[in-house]
């Protein structure tokens, strides 16, 4: 049985994976990773969703041209062409990345699942142990599964299997109302499948500010079949792809896609028998270094970061742990702690949604109805709204009207995750509504003129500035 002792052990080669910087050349280094070498985002995840998600865009380019009085058409989705595009590039990234950490001299690469020990030890499945002076856990998370008959069936997938169909479906049942469902729903519709989408709520990512939420939902039912308080009872097999039992109604379908959230790997690497914190959901609980608990003490020379700790599954989010926990592995005496700063996100749907901050609900609520203002700005109203005949876009702010203070921004529409972002600096630099609105020029007629007047209607203090 191979044992190894090493300066530092990580598990899991996503964000983990950029813990290894200069600083470890000179010391040994161990890191497991059971699945594809990469992690999700790289995988399964934000980067090949996205890359067919600006193919489906394209496709969608039809209802846009016919408003402004162009005829154009689809001639063909090439789906194994567009697969392969994708995956050939991510696969060469992964496996390049995997074989690059296994030539160096300094790392000791186990590519195996690991289950945690006590005093910072490891497990792999073949009996190999590694004992660390650190250790970071950075295990991620994997797709939920309902517990209902027929789950098993070839023709059921997730976001791990889902894309790398041999052919695109004529027909898809999408299992989730979350980000991950809307945005597959978006994308397989955009490229001409039929979608039906079950919610067991009544209302599509309800999460969301109320107002978007209602504009997505009626958006989302225009493009694709949104079945409301409406769960699948059961999956069973037919002639020719699924059945999907309702109750008293079946629907056929060549595939069914399961998106109804994600859970935390603490599980598989067997973190409660290690006897550490963990949240209701499964996360493990981390003190404001990123630092992991047991009976609420932090761990010595122990660390998370990521799907497995953190709330907010977001790849961004990760890598920003992975900087502080990267700094905090190099400097123990001087500890930094996570800014805890508003976290945006986007969801690359049809329309495109963006967030950050509060809801006008949230915000109403800790500020007080009289003390918040509230602008939602129509994308139409704009300029270079005109130019895209743009009926449905909204950009809307909320603001202290107090202090200026901006606390959140929800943007339904093209471009939304990129219009969002001035009020992301603004917030996290802590600019007030008014000096981001006038303390710079604002591009005429850029789309992102949404933006400079949203701020312009809020009820804010005068910042000087013109």
Known sequence: MTSHNVDLA????????????????????????GSTFGGTC????????????????????VEEAARLGVKMSVENVDWPAMRDRIFGRIDAISSGGEDYRERLENVELISQYVTLGQD?????QDGTTVTAKQLVIAAGSRPSMPNIE???????????????????????????????ACEFAAMFSGLGTKVTQLVRSGALMRQLDTEISAAYNKEAAAHWTVRYHTEAKALRQADSGLDVVLGDETLSADAVLVAIGRIPNTDKIGAEKAGLDLHQDGRLKVDEYQRVLRAGKPVTGLYALGDISSAAQLKHVANYEARLVAYNLEHPESLRKNSNRAVPAAVFTHPEIAIIGLTEEEAREQLGAENLTVKTQKFGDTAYGWAMEEQTGLF????????????????MGPESSNLIQPVIMAMNLDIDAHTAATGQYWIHPALM??????????????SGLL
Do not use: Q
């Open 42 to 61: 790289l995988n399964v995840g934000c980067i090949p969703t996205k890359m067919f998600v600006r193919p489906a865009h394209l496709a969608r380019g």
């Open 150 to 180: 027929g789950i098993e069936l070839d023709a059921v997938h997730t976001s791990d299997s889902v894309m790398r169909l041999d052919k695109l479906p004529e027909s898809l049942v999408i299992i989730g109302g979350g980000y991950i």
């Open 10 to 33: 990580i598990i899991g080669s996503g964000s983990g994976n950029s813990l290894i910087t200069n600083y470890w050349d000179d010391k040994k280094v161990a890191i497991a990773e």
């Open 396 to 411: 809307k702010v909320l603001a202290d009207k107090r202090t200026g203070k901006l606390v959140g921004a929800h943007a």
């Open 449 to 462: 003129e949404v933006v400079e007047n949203a701020l312009l209607g809020l009820d804010v203090p005068d």
């Open 120 to 124: 910072n030890t490891l497990t792999a």
